[in-house]
């Protein structure tokens, strides 16, 4: 017997022979919360939970607006080098961009995206509940220029807000799925709290109406 | 009870006179209990979710083997290469095969407590293949040569003093350094260890039968970065992670980061689905999972002890425990430190050799903290109650048993229990009581004086005559 054989007969020796599962799994126990109620109420309270862990929140009605925005970071932080994904949203904020950065693709070498200073993706969704982001990798190349850099920007249109955190889970998006909730952080030294350790230092969601 | 009680109590003794330690883990406890009981002040069912959490995975240790495989099927389907391993051994000589086939030079690693259990650090080193530890912590520690003491925060047992002159001693860097500066220290120099890697090394939280991927939660950013910059992922899991359907992580997600560390969740969760997909994807191109047994399978057999699988590593019990609050995690001489070490220590064989492990259920006066922190509601007393039963029954102590004859002989009989209570009486007044076990242990640190002058039955029979 290999391994897998002889691990799985002993689980089913001390279960004592368990009754099959009959098609598929039962079904789940699982309480879903209930729905916050209007996109306006879970606008709201994305922003609401989003702030409490040290995000930040801006709402914006025009990819223009979301250029500025991104301009102003750029003067404050005197960021010079920008990696973005490849939506067609980020890149057409970035399009609008004043300001002259060094653009770095995210299929750039490991190298060019550790020097970027700024990451700019957009995100699926939001979660209301938590005040988190939802980035799926099968739609858009977002892993590392969502990490590396230590200032993620991420643009999100309002309507693609979810309430809860089983809504985000009923739209299995499949492969590989980062939820991110603020900033990086570490309690480890004396559970003194230090935003930004490996990932971004700062997070800052632009919600486009 | 034998000499063996000694070692456990001798290094409880030891970290009870550290003053250091002390206050480390006093602040840190109290402080995690505090954030612990705010994050769940905002919960309006959080009785509900414990509920909840513990059907789940009641209901998937009942038919473990049957989600491990369909777990398998879909992570297969997904180009996820799935390994088995029935110990710690079998799991380190997977994981070294993999590193070496893949022709690794750099190793990073983030924060699994399951490696820590099967030694896969030391396992590596030997061939000449030492990882990197990335989690803040857990770098900490293995940069001072020491084991965690506590399962979420493995340095919480060293001040920032003791912090910034480690770094000091092995960096070069300022002594007087403060927790912004350290951190940023850790963040430059792992950042260099990220930038050549190219095999990493992560454990699991939970992995999701229905589709084949498995989840990572944390703050830092370091997991993101193992699982997502090298060519290379492997992830070790206990057998006991896996849960039906991704229906069933909301639940987890409420109960264990508030549990955990009195946050409503972490910074990151990652859902890994597979290995990169195609020419414009993502990710780490080779992906691999360890399903380690290592003497989990054993546990389901007995509904008390089966229980101990359903632990999701929160570390709640750890800062709820009277006991783990004062002496800290190294006291008990395991990976697994406090309630839920004490459970399951002595169970799973790779741990049930070390010195003190036998002793660990004994450990603990039974109040019962950790079973009202709990997030999946494991009755710990009463599995500490089954392992002392047991591990009794095996190594039935002669002194022991030879007491509890005389304390049988003496309360069979009336006349016998009144000549015992004359006898008594007789040594404690002549101050000799305090040298006859057990009253000896008693009375080492505390006054003796069990006898009233007259008994309840002599004032009785006195005052109704």
């Not at chain 1, 079904?27 to 922003?47: D, G, H, N, Y």
């Not at chain 1, 988190?132 to 643009?155: F, G, K, M, N, Q």
Request: proline content about 5%.
């Amino acid at each position: 017997m290999n391994a897998r054989e002889e691990i799985l007969a002993s689980i089913r020796k001390n279960l004592g022979d368990p009754p099959a599962l009959q098609g598929g799994a039962a079904p789940s126990t699982s309480q879903a919360k209930a729905a916050v109620a209007t996109r306006e109420e879970r606008l709201q309270e994305f922003c609401r939970k989003l702030r409490q862990v040290g995000g930040s929140t801006e709402i914006l009605t025009s990819t223009k607006e979301a250029s500025a925005a991104l301009d102003l970071l750029f003067e404050q932080s005197r960021a010079t080098r920008l990696a973005i994904s490849d939506s067609p949203l980020v890149q057409e904020v970035v399009r609008g961009l004043g300001s002259k950065v060094q653009l770095i693709e995210a299929q750039a070498p490991r190298s060019e995206l550790l020097a970027a200073e700024v990451g700019f993706t957009s995100a699926q969704w939001g979660i209301a509940e938590t005040g988190s982001l939802v980035l799926a990798s099968d739609r858009e190349r977002h892993r590392l220029v969502s990490l590396l850099p230590p200032i993620h920007v991420a643009i999100l249109p309002v309507q693609q807000i979810l309430g809860s955190l089983d809504d985000a889970m009923a739209k299995k998006t499949g492969r590989t799925t980062t939820i991110i909730t603020g900033p990086s952080r570490t309690a480890d030294i004396e559970l003194t709290l230090v935003v930004g350790v490996h990932g971004p230092r700062q997070l800052h969601v632009l919600l486009l109406r | 009870m034998t000499g063996r009680k000694e070692s456990f109590a001798t290094a409880a003794r030891r970290a009870l006179s550290d003053e250091t330690l002390r206050g480390a883990l006093r602040s840190a406890t109290d402080l995690f209990s505090l954030r612990r009981q705010e994050a769940i002040d905002g919960v309006e069912d959080w009785e509900d979710l414990r509920q909840t959490g513990r059907r789940i995975k009641a209901e998937t240790l009942s038919r473990l083997d049957q989600y491990l495989e369909q777990f398998t099927r879909n992570a297969q389907a997904q180009g996820t290469k799935v390994h088995w391993a029935r110990d710690g051994e079998e799991a380190c000589r997977l994981v070294a095969k993999i590193a070496r086939d893949a022709g690794a030079k750099k190793i990073v690693k983030s924060k699994s407590m399951t490696t820590e259990e099967i030694e896969l650090n030391e396992a590596l080193e030997k061939e000449g293949m030492p990882p990197v530890e990335t989690d803040l912590g857990e770098w900490i520690i293995q940069l001072a040569k020491e084991k965690p003491s506590h399962i979420i925060v493995p340095a919480i047992h060293k001040t920032k003093k003791q912090i910034a002159e480690l770094f000091a001693s092995k960096l070069q860097t300022d002594p007087s350094a403060n927790e912004a500066e350290l951190t940023r220290t850790a963040r430059e120099f792992l950042r260099r260890e990220f930038a050549q890697a190219d095999l990493g090394i992560s454990g699991v939280n939970f992995a999701i039968a229905e589709t084949g991927s498995f989840l990572i939660l944390e703050n830092e950013g370091n997991a993101r970065l193992t699982t997502s910059l090298p060519r290379v992922h492997v992830a070790i899991m206990g057998i006991e992670k896996v849960i039906p359907r991704l229906a069933d992580l909301p639940t987890f997600l409420r109960l264990l980061p508030r549990s955990g560390t009195g946050q409503q969740l972490t910074s990151y969760q990652s859902i890994i689905g597979g290995p990169r997909h195609g020419a414009g994807g993502e990710g780490p191109i080779e992906l691999h999972i360890v399903l380690l047994d290592n003497g989990r399978s054993a546990l389901l057999r007995q509904s008390t002890t089966r229980q101990a699988l359903a632990c999701i590593r929160c570390g709640a019990c750890l800062n709820a425990c009277p006991v783990y609050q004062q002496v800290g995690g190294h006291a008990y001489g395991s990976v697994y430190p406090g309630p839920i070490g004490a459970i399951i220590t002595p169970q799973l064989p790779q741990l049930a050799g070390l010195e003190k492990a036998l002793e660990l259920p004994f450990a603990s006066s039974l109040c019962g903290a950790c079973r009202d922190v709990c997030p999946v509601k494991i009755d710990i007393p009463e599995v500490l109650l089954h392992l002392r039963s047991t591990i009794t029954a095996e190594r039935r102590s002669r002194v022991e048993h030879l007491a509890f004859r005389v304390w049988a002989f003496l309360m069979g009989g009336r006349r016998r229990l009144l000549w015992a209570r004359r006898l008594g009486r007789l040594l404690q007044a002549l101050g000799l009581l305090r040298l006859v076990p057990p009253f000896s242990i008693w009375a080492r640190a505390r006054k003796l004086r069990p006898l009233a002058p007259k008994s309840f039955s002599q004032l009785w029979t006195r005052n109704t005559r």
